[in-house]
């Protein structure tokens, strides 16, 4: 499953829609397209469907659907979120989620639905476990375990969150970096994820890391507010950890999401619930990749809410594959054409702005 901005198409010749950009306010803002509340999408996919019982085991079965996407993969977040969701609405009234650990084990088909079976493994005096798994047409997309507890009184340490960083307030959003791209993947990145996504170093959706270090940090919250149930509030940030994770091993190595020939996505994601917060509110999601090998890169994340509290740890192996030998050679000859091509396209856009 891949991130959401991890497939942009290269540049094939003078007529591909990526060269073509033409900034928000010259084409009109927000496109007639993009839902006006994107969240919206987002409590459509956490509203699952109940599903009659599984016919052998009796086990309960729940079924959601995906938003038309571009390329026609499901997002990994969603898959994520969806399956906590199915597994909450199994568990004690009271027992938020605490950690999750799951496999993405064949991509899913955003216009098939997704049927989530939840199987208890245990349901103790304060911990319960679920393992829940999601198929289409019969096979499984994703595996998944979760553990839920009854809050608790006890030891309480964290992590310092970094001091210093910019307000995401003052940070361009999305749509003011790609949004007057004519690519329906930097349109849809742009315009219809339920987060406002906003990045402390320069973003990697178009233009690789000038720095080059394991690293990576954003602000994000949804657009509009939640309810109070707790339980869509972890599903909604386990939804939105998927996002940049594997942003700081891209960094590390000079690569963009626009890299020519580039093939990523998620192999599995485990995440840990350490304080109750709100994704309505604005957090942090600081990351760092300790390590890529192998066609793999690991990325660790930490979610700090404004005032400093970590709310949450991450961590995510994606496959990530380059191409090689003559492909790599024709990769950057096509990367470098794309990059110049960007930089002729912007330099228009400001002439024609600065006419206006």
């Known amino acids: 499953m891949s991130s959401p901005s991890s497939r942009i198409d290269p540049v094939g010749s003078s007529e591909d829609p990526l ?194 270090r394991p690293t990576n940090m954003v602000w994000m919250k949804t657009f509009s507010r939640l309810s109070d149930d707790v339980h869509m509030h972890r599903a909604a940030l386990t939804y939105a950890s998927d996002y940049t994770l594997l942003e700081p091993v891209l960094r590390q190595h000079g690569v963009a999401w626009s890299q020519p020939g580039m093939s990523v996505a998620s192999l599995d994601h485990a995440m840990w619930f350490h304080r109750d917060t709100r994704v309505d509110d604005w957090l942090l999601y600081m990351q760092t990749s300790p390590s890529a090998q192998n066609a793999r890169g690991l990325g660790q994340g930490h979610v700090f809410t404004r005032d400093g509290r970590l709310v949450a740890t991450v961590a995510q192996e994606g496959m990530l594959r380059l191409p090689t030998g003559m492909q790599g050679a024709t990769s950057r000859v096509q990367g470098a054409a794309l990059n110049t091509a960007l930089k002729i396209m912007r330099r228009r856009t400001w002439r024609r702005s600065r006419r206006r």
């Not at 919206?40 to 659907?65: C, K, N, Y």
């Not at 969150?161 to 910019?166: S, W």
């Not at 004519?182 to 996504?197: C, G, N, Y």
């Open 19 to 212: 060269i073509e950009r033409h900034s928000p306010a010259a084409t009109g803002g927000r496109p007639a397209s993009a839902p006006e509340d994107p969240t919206d999408l987002l409590r459509g996919i956490l509203s699952l469907e109940a599903d009659a019982p599984h016919p052998q085991t009796g086990e309960p079965r729940f079924v959601g659907t995906t938003p038309p996407q571009t390329g026609g993969r499901v997002f990994g977040g969603q898959v994520l979120a969806q399956c906590l969701a199915a597994a909450g609405r199994t568990t004690p009234e009271g027992r938020p989620v605490h950690s999750l650990h799951g496999y993405f084990i064949r991509p899913g088909d955003a216009l098939v639905p997704i049927t989530f079976t939840v199987e208890t493994l245990r349901d103790g005096r304060s911990f319960s476990a679920r393992r829940v798994l999601a198929s289409q047409n019969e096979k499984a997309i994703m595996a998944l375990t979760c553990s839920f507890q009854q809050p608790a009184e006890g030891l309480d340490h964290q992590i310092t969150m970094p001091e210093g960083l910019p307000d995401p307030e003052s940070l361009p959003t999305t749509a003011d970096l790609v949004g007057g791209y004519r690519h329906p993947v930097l349109q849809e990145v742009a315009w219809s994820r339920p987060f406002d996504v906003r990045h402390v170093d320069p973003a990697l959706y178009v233009d690789a890391a000038a720095d080059q």
